[in-house]
């Protein structure tokens, strides 16, 4: 799986955002200075991003926004995206653009955490119940060695989360 950039990020965010969703700068700007307030600050990083700042101003311009990015741009002026959003030199509603990036793109960590967590549970409930990872596999209709790797070893990897808590439901209500 590749790993989420910040443009990929801001493309489906300001996709889902705009009411057309469209990437289009120009009608985002038109939109955001109308009835779309919320597109403002990703607009803004979507369109640094990507290499359409010229397109942006100018639409800023005809419709009224350019007095908002005045002093975003005037902060970027010289530096990389990536260093002064991970410096927390823009105003707040562009660091919460940057934090909701950041989260997406961290997800699977506390994925595997939740799924190392639930392993524990599952291999005591193992062994009180005496159900054997054969059973599991065979009543849960999952992959052998996917779970038996992940039981052994762990690795977040091997199995889906969803599929963790198939076993750990189905060991909590067998007796």
Avoid: C
Avoid at 92 to 109: D, F, I, M, P, T
């Amino acid at each position: 799986m590749r790993e989420l950039t910040f443009l990929g990020f801001l493309t489906e965010y300001v996709r889902s955002l705009s009411k057309a969703g469209t990437t289009s700068v120009f009608t985002l700007a038109k939109e955001a200075a109308s009835d779309n307030p919320r597109l403002r600050e990703p607009l803004l990083l979507y369109a640094l991003a990507s290499g359409k700042k010229d397109i942006l101003l100018r639409a800023a311009k005809r419709f009224g926004l350019d007095e908002f990015y005045a002093h975003p741009l005037s902060v970027l002026e010289g530096n990389t995206l990536e260093d002064i959003m991970g410096k927390g030199l823009l105003p707040e509603g562009y660091q919460k653009v940057w934090r909701s990036y950041l989260a997406k793109k961290n997800s699977h960590y506390s994925d595997d955490m939740t799924k190392e967590m639930m392993r524990n549970r599952i291999l005591r409930l193992q062994e009180e119940k005496g159900i054997t990872n054969y059973r599991l596999y065979t009543d849960l209709k999952i992959n052998p060695g996917n779970l038996n790797s992940w039981l052994k070893h762990g690795g977040g990897n091997k199995i889906s989360l969803d599929r963790a808590r198939d076993v750990l439901r189905y060991l909590s209500k067998n007796n």
